[in-house]
Structures are given as C-alpha cells and as structure tokens.
C-alpha cells in the first residue's frame, strides 16, 4: 500500500506537466526533481469568500478580453470547473473517471485548465488521435507567426496571446515559442511518441540487466495505453525506471500520453518563461502558469488574476516563480 502511495505521490508530482521535449528529465532541472507531496498546502483562508458580484452572470457571454467585470459565483474548485462545464454539456464525472487514480490525479493537481474561458478539454486523458482531433476540430485552430514560429492555439487563446506579445514589445521585451512548433499545439500521436521514446529502450535496458523478460515486455507492450502507464509506474516502484537514464520515473522526463494541455491548444510554452515582467504581462491577459514543475508552460484562463482565488485556485511559489493550482 505504501509503494501504491508512493505511485500516486510520482503520479500527482508529475503527471500532465505537459512541455514533454523543452524541459527535458535529464538535464536542465528546470523541473523540480523531488517530489513534494507537501507541497499541498492548506486550503488558503481566502478561498471560502463570498463572491460579491451580482447574481446570474451567465459566463457563456462573457467577453474574451481582461476588461469584464465578472467573478465567480460559485465557491471552490470543483463548483467552479463544474458550473464552466455545464457550459459544454459536460460534468466533471464525465471527463475525469473518478475510479481511476491517474484521472483523478491529474484532474485534481492540473485540472485549473478545466476554468478556462475557452474551451476546455473534454477527457482528462485522450485515448488517441480521433478524440484529439475531434477535440481540436471542436474547439477551432487559430493559426499565427509567434516570433517566427507558426503557433496553433484555441482562438481566445491566440488573441490573448497576441495581445501579450505586443504588450510585451511595447515593454522592451518579447514573448517567443520555446522549442518550435511544439510550443503549443500537440497530437496525440507526439504524445505517444514521446513516451515511447522513453519507455522502448527502458525495456531493452531492463532486459539486459535481467530484470523485465520477454513475456512482461511483451505483456507491458500490449496493454492499452492507461493501464501500461499504471503497470510501469509500479515497475518503478521496484527501482525499475522508465526514464532517459533509468534512474528516475519516466514522469519525470514525459508526461503520460493524452494528459497534456497542448492537445487541448491552451498551452504555450515561453522561451522568456523566467522573466518575471513577462510572466506579469502574460498573466495581464489570462495566461499564468498552472504546472508545478513545468516553469516554460503557461496555460490560458482568461481571468484576471485577481479573480483566481475565488475560482477555486491557489498560488504556490517555488523556485521557478508562482504556479495556480486546485485549491482541493
Ligand atoms: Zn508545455
């Protein structure tokens, strides 16, 4: 039971951290390397404030910009995320299976996506393209030059991007893609090739060392893709990693395929990512940062940031600055 708390702990440090290849395991450490279980602080006081705008705001109709007056109406995380749910037909039950503890964790650490203004992603974990892409056709691509990089992004998303970038010219400074195109759209299919990239030569290196035989590797390769990402979590468990050196979990290096915001075109990660005047200037236009651990990703809410408490997040800060998590 301990080790199965242990996986949740490596689950909930590191599941959906969503850059994948910019902030990679093995070398910058842009990443924490620890995980923190304590890093769940106590709900902060002012959560539990009562909203004090006038009753019936219907968020539907609420302007893309940062100059509407609306505040949320409802109290804590989860009413939040389910009231903009509605919006889309959907409930929290249906885009994260309860019963499962990576959906579960991932919607409770990384669900902040789940207020955006724009549309938010409608599983918690895609399961392969067609929903990906079924998701992304839904939503409508809005494709521009971001520093000379061609970025796709959700239409709210980009505007408010674009809105950033020239605030930032405006400043003396710049907002620019780290990594390319992959900066902010994703397919599922990269998602999964970036976990296979870790999780093949793991298995030959396991093979060597005597610890995986044939009939687990070809066991492991055969599961669905849910239950291959639990099954190699407990091989971790046992000192048997799945990561670039084989030394640390494979989380570490690779989010698990179909948890990222970048499937849901709301991310984006920023090459200036440590420049506090740019993370102030992203944040003026609804972006901020709601990936522990994952300081280049920057995620699109659309809300001021004076408005997050009350929307069922908290601040933490940590080395790499302030990240917005669930208050849960
Ligand atoms: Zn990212």
Not at 47 to 55: D, G, L
Not at 172 to 183: E, F, K, N, Q, Y
Not at 212 to 236: F, N, T
């Amino acid at each position: 039971m301990r080790k199965y708390l242990h996986a949740l702990l490596v689950i909930a440090a590191t599941l959906g951290a969503a850059c994948y290849e910019p902030v990679s395991d093995d070398s910058e450490g842009t990443r924490e390397r620890t995980v923190q279980p304590g890093s769940r602080t106590a709900p902060a006081a002012n959560t539990e404030i009562q909203p004090s705008a006038t009753p019936g705001t219907d968020f539907s109709k609420q302007s893309e910009t940062m100059t509407d007056q609306s505040t949320p109406q409802v109290k804590g995380f989860r009413n939040n995320v389910a009231q903009m749910l509605s919006r889309e037909g959907l409930s929290i039950d249906s885009v994260a299976d309860s019963s499962s503890p990576v959906e579960r964790r991932v919607f409770e650490e990384y669900g902040a996506v789940y207020l955006t203004k724009a549309k938010p992603p409608s599983k918690a974990m895609f399961e392969n393209d067609s929903e990906v892409l079924a998701f992304q056709s839904a939503a409508g691509i809005s494709s521009e030059n971001i520093g000379g990089v061609t970025i796709e992004l959700q239409p709210a998303a980009m505007n408010a991007l674009k809105a950033a970038v020239d605030e930032a010219r405006s400043k003396g400074l710049s907002i620019t893609p780290r990594d390319g195109a992959d900066a902010g759209k994703r397919s599922y299919s990269k998602t999964l090739e970036l976990w296979k990239s870790r999780f093949e030569p793991a298995l030959k290196h396991w093979k060597q060392k005597g610890r995986l035989d044939d009939a687990e590797i070809a066991r492991l390769k055969g599961l669905p893709i849910k239950q291959q990402v639990a099954e190699v979590l407990k091989h971790e468990n046992q000192g048997i990693f799945f990561n670039t050196f084989f030394n640390n979990s494979i989380l570490y290096s690779v989010a698990a395929p179909g948890t990222s915001q970048h499937l849901s075109m709301l991310a984006f990660d920023v090459t200036e990512f440590a420049d506090k005047r740019v993370q102030d200037v992203l944040a003026n236009h609804g972006w901020f940062r709601t990936v522990q651990n994952d300081a280049p990703h920057f995620t699109y809410l659309g809300h001021r940031k004076s408005d997050l408490n009350d929307l069922g997040l908290k601040s933490v800060s940590k080395k790499d600055g302030v990240f917005w998590i669930p208050n849960v």
